[in-house]
């Protein structure tokens, strides 16, 4: 199970320039970074920001690249803007293949709300699909069936972030969506840490066997659940740390026949350098003992 070890970038989104992200990824022991697929607030073309990372992952030594949101919304019923949500995707990992050698990228159908908007914002069950219509399904499969097709030919694979808010935010609807896609170059990023924050999480050994052979890449953080009135508020804290057994969920995957990238992420405050430095050095120490 020797797999590669991915920084997700928001390690590095305080300040650091690019060159000293991939300088430090490959410092730490990460073979690679998982980059956004656009940079918040910059003015640049989509060329631009890949010459960029490939110029600065070239002189770091860094073996490997990998992007993910913003993904491509097949939320809205406007035909028109899903049709230009798919062409950005198919002009994008275009380029980026000219670019790299690609693996697998994170993606994701987009954002849907809660019908209920009086709902407390904690309820992560009544968004993404338990929100969802036949509707959003079909428009998914039909936008990600092109985009597949595209990277299917280009030789790497998309995975679908399981992520609250989004179609995909747990096992069954995830493994619906892939269904009606149905392209072996589309299937599942595996984020337990995000199905912590629903009310009542799936079990791991659960999950793993419901997306088994279709899970692509990994997205492992953790959260402490601490009692909040009427309900647990979970707190993002260090992947070691919280109440997801990652040695649990690491022997899970490596029973399933995983054999894909895992992107350790820090979606927390606070200096998230000396969080990317412990949480890989927890990780190595899981691996090595489970015989990764």
Not at 183 to 206: H, R, T
Not at 244 to 272: T, V, W, Y
């Amino acid at each position: 199970m020797s797999l590669p070890i991915i920084m997700h970038v928001n390690y590095c989104e305080q300040g650091q320039t690019i060159p000293e992200m991939c300088k430090k990824a490959v410092g730490w022991g990460y073979d690679g970074i998982e980059f956004r697929r656009k940079l918040r607030d910059v003015e640049q073309t989509a060329e631009q920001y890949l010459d960029a990372v490939a110029k600065a992952a070239e002189e770091a030594g860094m073996k490997q690249v990998l992007f993910g949101g913003p993904g491509f919304n097949m939320m809205t019923d406007d035909a028109d803007a899903r049709k230009a949500e798919v062409e950005e995707g198919l002009e994008f990992y275009k380029l980026a293949a000219e670019r790299f050698t690609l693996t697998v990228c994170n993606t994701s159908v987009g954002a849907l709300g809660r019908k209920d908007t009086s709902a407390p914002a904690w309820r992560y069950d009544l968004s993404g699909s338990g929100a969802a219509d036949e509707c959003h399904y079909t428009w998914a499969a039909e936008g990600y069936k092109e985009i597949g097709a595209l990277v299917d030919s280009l030789g790497f694979k998309l995975a679908f972030e399981t992520h609250m808010g989004c179609l995909h935010d747990l096992p069954e609807p995830t493994a619906k969506l892939l269904d009606m896609i149905d392209s072996p170059a589309v299937g599942a990023n595996l984020d337990y840490g995000n199905m912590a924050y629903f009310p009542k999480p799936p079990a791991i050994d659960e999950t793993v066997e419901i997306l088994k052979g279709r899970t692509y890449m990994l997205h492992l953080k953790n959260v402490l659940r601490v009692n909040v009135g009427d309900h647990e508020a979970p707190i993002p804290c260090g992947l070691g740390d919280g109440v997801i057994n990652h040695r649990e969920f690491m022997l899970c995957l490596k029973k399933s026949g995983f054999d894909g990238p895992i992107c350790i992420e820090a979606p927390r405050r606070g200096d998230r350098e000396w969080y990317a430095q412990e949480d890989i050095r927890y990780l190595k120490s899981v691996l090595q003992e489970i015989g990764g």
